[in-house]
């Protein structure tokens, strides 16, 4: 007969998966305020920082 031993418990502990989570929401939240803080600007001081519009998902998206 076999017998396995693990010295893991089954399921999980969300202390154990807590750090990431905050992480995701830290790194979310701040996409979304710099998303936000570029669509407050306008189109000239985007051109001043060399974006457009149509730029600012393409630079959120990086920030990942």
């Known amino acids: 007969m076999t017998s396995y031993t693990t010295s893991r418990p089954i399921g999980f502990s969300l202390f154990e998966y807590a750090p990431r989570v905050f992480a995701g929401l830290v790194s979310w939240h701040e996409r979304r305020i710099t998303r936000n803080e570029l669509y407050r600007l306008s189109d000239r ?20």
């Open 45 to 64: 001081e985007l051109e001043d920082i060399g974006l457009t519009r149509g730029d600012i998902d393409d630079v959120v998206a990086r920030l990942r």
